[in-house]
DNA sequence: CTGCATCCTCGTCGATACTG
DNA sequence: CAGTATCGACGAGGATGCAG
């Protein structure tokens, strides 16, 4: 979370300190493993708990679980539960989970365009660093 | 990261797996505690090192250095070391960094715009959670 | 098939003390 | 002022086993 003191340059008030701990919160959820690759999954089609498990190369069980739950709780993903048997479970992005969509691929996008520039920076700072301990 | 089966919905070439870890590594990024902020209060205006400490309250010495660390490793941010006594660092965004504003901001904007969404979303679910237990 | 509980590992972050 | 070094706490996440 953002402390309480500090303030993030979002076009709406700045002086809202609640705005801030939102904020992050939800940055946070960015941020984490694989939350940001469910929603888009999702975004392509409601699916199902082990359709989802297959696409995602290295998920545990634990961690897919946990991912949607949060999802659910947050209100970005519909999970509906089919009482046949073996048991049924659909995933799908609400419609908040779909205006996520947009600014998510803004970032995702910016990362895929400028994926390069920032390998070459890390090249160019590694150097730097090495000539510093040669020189 | 991305694990290298796994494919993410960009525009660009989703078979290339490299792209997918490219993307998982600046998400962590955006994830992290204090990154964006910094961005942020870089995007303002280029600042010295205590200044920005001052300003994100609760950050720790150590914390600021590693962020800064990473994010001038990475291109994003300019590190000017000026040989006065006492010693003074500026911090600022390069153009890199700065084109990373624009998406931020989208998020950032979702955030803010939605985040009543999400607290409200949460309280459906701890009720519901309640009233299965409860029944 | 879907999901919870347990254990354990490992990285991240904060606190503190010290340096140029 | 602007760091670096070290230590410890904490939590995310993986592995495994069990249940509805």
Same mark, same amino acid.
């Not at 545990?60 to 089919?82: F, I």
């Not at 390069?116 to 730097?128: F, S, V």
């Given at each position: 979370?953002?402390?309480? %003191?500090?303030?993030?340059?979002?076009?709406?008030?700045?002086?809202?300190?609640?705005?801030?701990i939102?904020?992050?919160?939800?940055?946070?959820?960015?941020?984490?493993?694989?939350?940001?690759?469910?929603?888009?999954?999702?975004?392509?089609?409601?699916?199902?708990?082990?359709?989802?498990?297959?696409?995602?190369?290295?998920?545990?069980?634990?961690?897919?679980?946990?991912?949607?739950?949060?999802?659910?709780?947050?209100?970005?993903?519909?999970r509906?539960? %089919?009482?046949?048997?073996?048991?049924?479970?659909?995933?799908?992005?609400?419609?908040?989970?779909?205006?996520?969509?947009?600014?998510?691929?803004?970032?995702?996008?910016?990362?895929?365009?400028?994926?390069?520039?920032?390998?070459?920076?890390?090249?160019?700072?590694e150097?730097?660093?090495a000539?510093a301990?040669?020189?």
């Amino acid at each position: 979370m953002f402390p309480s %003191h500090s303030r993030l340059p979002v076009p709406a008030d700045p002086a809202d300190h609640t705005e801030c701990i939102v904020v992050r919160e939800i940055l946070d959820r960015v941020g984490d493993k694989w939350s940001v690759l469910v929603i888009a999954l999702l975004g392509q089609r409601s699916q199902r708990f082990n359709e989802l498990r297959r696409q995602i190369d290295g998920i545990s069980q634990r961690m897919l679980t946990l991912t949607l739950r949060q999802l659910e709780r947050d209100g970005l993903v519909l999970r509906t539960v %089919h009482a046949t048997v073996p048991p049924r479970v659909d995933y799908a992005l609400t419609p908040l989970g779909e205006s996520a969509l947009e600014p998510l691929n803004g970032l995702i996008g910016w990362a895929a365009e400028h994926g390069t520039d920032i390998a070459e920076a890390r090249l160019r700072y590694e150097e730097a660093q090495a000539d510093a301990a040669a020189g």
